[in-house]
């Protein structure tokens, strides 16, 4: 049995309800090996969990942060966020993952075709370098300025 779980995404500190999410994932977890344990569940489960590590929040996060005539990283940010998830969780004695999948890591191989299926598909589009939309949902918000995007 593999267990796919949807981490953080990684662009701000951990709160209460990330703690509540994982520590209680965790004893559900810990059951479960459990009955590997005294037999009764086989094959042993995989734990899998995404790290969000790319993303407009984190994008954005980090030329907030950024210093006057330095540029903006985002990956290093992410870096330090996750890093700080995973000291967390370690204090509150979650187990960790078997398997972490970071979006980063797979962007090429697996995001960019599954993008360009869809738009094949007429399921996204690309707005052009800083044009407004109107959001989809009618509620009067506008897409913002954007650069680009895929939508």
């Avoid at 309800?17 to 459990?34: E, F, K, N, P, Q």
Wanted: hydrophobic share 35%; net charge negative.
């Amino acid at each position: 049995m593999a267990w796919y779980v949807c981490g953080p995404t990684v662009y701000d500190s951990s709160h209460l309800g990330h703690a509540r999410t994982y520590v209680s994932l965790d004893i559900l977890r810990r059951v479960s090996l459990r009955l590997h344990r005294d037999g009764v569940s086989s094959p042993r489960p995989l734990y899998v969990m995404n790290i969000t590590d790319v993303d407009d929040k984190i994008i954005r996060r980090s030329m907030e942060i950024v210093s006057d005539g330095d540029e903006a990283d985002p990956i290093a940010l992410a870096r330090f966020y996750e890093r700080e998830f995973w000291q967390d969780l370690e204090c509150l004695h979650v187990l960790p993952p078997d398997v972490v999948c970071r979006v980063s890591e797979h962007v090429e191989e697996t995001i960019v075709p599954y993008i360009e299926k869809i738009m094949e598909g007429g399921m996204a589009y690309i707005i052009p370098e800083n044009e407004m939309r109107q959001s989809p949902s009618g509620d009067g918000n506008e897409g913002g300025n954007v650069e680009g995007s895929v939508y």
